[in-house]
């Protein structure tokens, strides 16, 4: 899923227990479309996640209420989780710079090889 796709409705979203099944790396993306500060962060994440291919992509629609959200305790848009097979590795909020997110998942994948 690119960055310019847009986010997953509540009733098209994972449940929680789906994003815990999820096997291998992804960046689990929290907003929403009308969004300010999501749609700033979009031309970062859209300049690194294909360098960064092993990584699936799912973006979420966020808001009060929305039981992904509440259950990783997301407070501030756009918030991204990385994870490993459903398990919370790392998270970004409100990320602008390009370099912020790469440092990120260059992380994350080091912290695997631990």
């Known amino acids: 899923m690119s960055a310019?796709?847009?986010y997953l409705s509540e009733t098209e979203a994972p449940t929680?227990?789906?994003v815990e099944a999820l096997t291998g790396l992804t960046v689990l993306e929290f907003g929403t479309d009308w969004c300010g500060h999501c749609r700033a962060a979009q031309p970062a994440i859209a300049e690194v996640l294909p360098e960064h291919s092993s990584w699936r992509h799912l973006k979420v629609e966020d808001g009060p209420g929305r039981p992904l959200g509440r259950s990783f305790r997301v407070k501030l848009w756009p918030t991204l989780v990385l994870l490993r097979d459903g398990q919370e590795l790392a998270?970004?909020?409100r990320p602008t710079q390009a370099a912020d997110l790469r440092q990120a998942l260059l992380q994350a994948?080091?912290?695997l090889k631990l």
């Open 4 to 6: 310019h796709a847009p």
């Open 16 to 18: 929680r227990a789906e």
């Open 91 to 93: 998270r970004l909020v």
């Open 109 to 111: 994948q080091r912290r």
